[in-house]
Nanobody, 127 residues
Framework: QVHLVESGGGSVQVGGSLRLSCAAS????????MAWLRQGPGKEREVVAR????????RYADSVKGRFTISRDNAKRAVYLQMSSLKSEDTAMYYC????????????????????WGQGTQVTVSS
């Protein structure tokens, strides 16, 4: 059974930083693309960052490019999202997500491709 648990969210001021963590279990973690999704108040859920199974390929939404860094440690079955230069518009519930199908280094940006996600961790950025 796929189980994803996010942690590390909180309240931070504009310009601050946070590091989110995701602990994965219940499947062979190192053969799946992973992603961080977010859903802000009144907004649709979106894919903000994704990473290939080996960690060698990463992609970002334009809104976070240059500010967020996704990484993974397959030995620890973990995925991380380092967020810096945070803006008020980054306020959202952040979810760790796993792609439905295994393998592939070109991890999709399509939300429907990620069919497993955790309970989320709230990030609030205030001025």
């Amino acid at each position: 059974q796929v189980h994803l648990v996010e942690s590390g969210g909180g309240s931070v001021q504009v310009g601050g930083s946070l590091r989110l963590s995701c602990a994965a279990s219940g499947y062979n973690h190192n053969i799946f693309c992973m992603a961080w999704l977010r859903q802000g108040p009144g907004k649709e859920r979106e894919v903000v960052a994704r990473i290939s199974p080996s960690g060698g390929v990463t992609r970002y939404a334009d809104s976070v490019k240059g500010r967020f860094t996704i990484s993974r440690d397959n030995a620890k079955r973990a995925v991380y999202l380092q967020m810096s230069s945070l803006k008020s518009e980054d306020t959202a519930m952040y979810y760790c997500a796993r792609r439905e199908s295994a393998y592939g280094t070109s991890c999709p940006a399509t939300l429907d491709e990620y069919t497993y996600w955790g309970q989320g961790t709230q990030v609030t950025v205030s001025s």
